[in-house]
Structures are given as C-alpha cells and as structure tokens.
C-alpha cells in the first residue's frame, strides 16, 4: 500500500498538468470565488470539499485503468488499489485546502487585525463538509475496482455531481446551507455512503477486474489507431 502511495505521489510530481491542478487551480478557484463576490461563509464552509473534488481530476486518468493489470502481479488486491487512491485524492485534496484557508486566515487576520471568517464555526462547517466530500469521491470512483457495467452506471451519477458541485457557489451561493443540523445530516449521509461503497469495493474480484481492464486496453489501443 505505502509503495502505491509513493508510486502515485511521485507520478504527481513529474506531471506539470497534474501539479497545476493539484496545487494551482485551488487558488484561482479562490480567487475567482472572491471576484463573484461569494460571501465568506460560504468559501470558508466548502472551499475544502471543492478542492477535494477538483483535485480528483488530477489523480484519475485513462491510462491509470489500461495499464493497471501490471500491478495484479503484486499482492495488492483491487481493494487496495482503490482505497490507495481514494485516499490518496480525497487526503491530499484536503491538506492542500486547509494549508490555503490557513494562508489565507492568518494573511487576513495580519493585514486586517481578524480571521478571515468572523465565526470559527465556519470552520466546523468546513471539517464536516469536507467528510461528505470524502465520501462523494469513494462513491464516484468505487467502480474502478472492477470496471463492471452496473458499478461505472451506479457510480456516474456520482461523478456528476461531483464534476458540477465546484460551479455551485458561483450560482447558488445563498442556497447552500451552513446550519448546525445540515452538518450532522452531512457527517450522517457521508458515514452511509462510505458503508456503502467499502462493501462494494470489499466484493470485488480480480478475475472480474483482469477481463475487464483487458477490455479497456483492447478499446483504448483501438481508439489510438484510430486517432
């Protein structure tokens, strides 16, 4: 597990593309919060959760699913390969945000003598939130553990949403709930669908995922000859 997780960190730091969005869009995803006038509360409740959801296009790629096969030589399960990931994409997506808000929280409260969010249980909003986060992107991508039809079908329901939610406080800035129940709602929700896609995870097989990556590879390998 721990050399997948250095695999992937190192695969991170060679790729200009995925550095970019790992550790660049964060800001300008600030930034562009800031110019649209999105109130406080709300980058400062969900900023983590955002970043978290973008930086899983930094982790996720084709070749990732062709070239996985290699690492079935290896005692890793397909289990294990997927909880590397997820964990990979939703912890490094949560340090980079809250390392940010940190920045950002101490610049505000150097130049303008406050926190950058007057209530610190914005920032209570923002642990709890990130979790329901954390559990999007273990149900958006549970289905790479075997690549089966119903789980990609069941699962991209999921990564739309997740795809979309990042433009939400843009348009539905005053929507977006803060309170102390949606909180407890969302640690509730989060606790449910990380149940729910472990046990999916949990009964996958690597036969079903060798066939099924081999299938990816010979489409992929046609669609290069083609291209």
């Known amino acids: 597990m721990n050399a997948l997780l250095w695999k ?7 790729n200009k593309i995925k550095l970019f969005i790992a550790l660049v869009f ?3 995803y600030f930034i562009l919060l800031k110019v649209f006038s999105v109130p406080d509360y709300i980058i400062v409740s969900y900023f983590s959760m955002s970043c978290m959801l973008i930086g899983n ?3 996720w790629n084709v070749e990732d699913l062709v070239h996985g096969e290699t ?9 294990k390969l997927w909880l590397a990931n997820w964990m990979l994409v939703t912890i490094s997506g949560f340090i980079i945000a809250q390392l940010y808000l940190l920045i950002i929280s101490l610049g505000s409260l150097m130049f303008e003598g406050r926190l950058y969010s007057v209530y610190l249980h914005h920032f209570g909003n923002n642990i709890s939130i990130s979790f329901l986060g954390f559990s999007l992107l273990a149900a958006a ?3 790479n553990v075997d690549f089966t039809k119903w789980k990609q079908y069941l699962t991209s329901v999921f990564s739309i949403f997740n795809f979309v939610f990042p433009f939400a406080p843009f348009l539905f800035a005053h929507y977006l709930p803060t309170s102390v129940i949606f909180t407890i709602e969302a640690v509730a929700l989060s606790t449910l669908l990380i149940a729910c ?7 996958a097989r690597r036969e079903r995922l060798v066939m099924n990556i081999q299938k990816l590879s010979e489409a992929y390998e046609v669609q290069l000859i083609n291209d």
Do not use: G, M, N
């Not at 079935?72 to 289990?79: E, K, Q």
């Not at 472990?198 to 009964?203: E, G, K, Q, V, W």
């Open 26 to 28: 964060p800001i300008i």
């Open 197 to 203: 896609s472990l046990f999916i995870a949990r009964s």
């Open 8 to 14: 992937r960190y190192k695969e991170i730091r060679k």
């Open 57 to 59: 296009l930094a982790h």
């Open 141 to 143: 991508t549970v289905h």
């Open 71 to 79: 690492l079935l030589t290896t005692p890793l399960t397909p289990f």
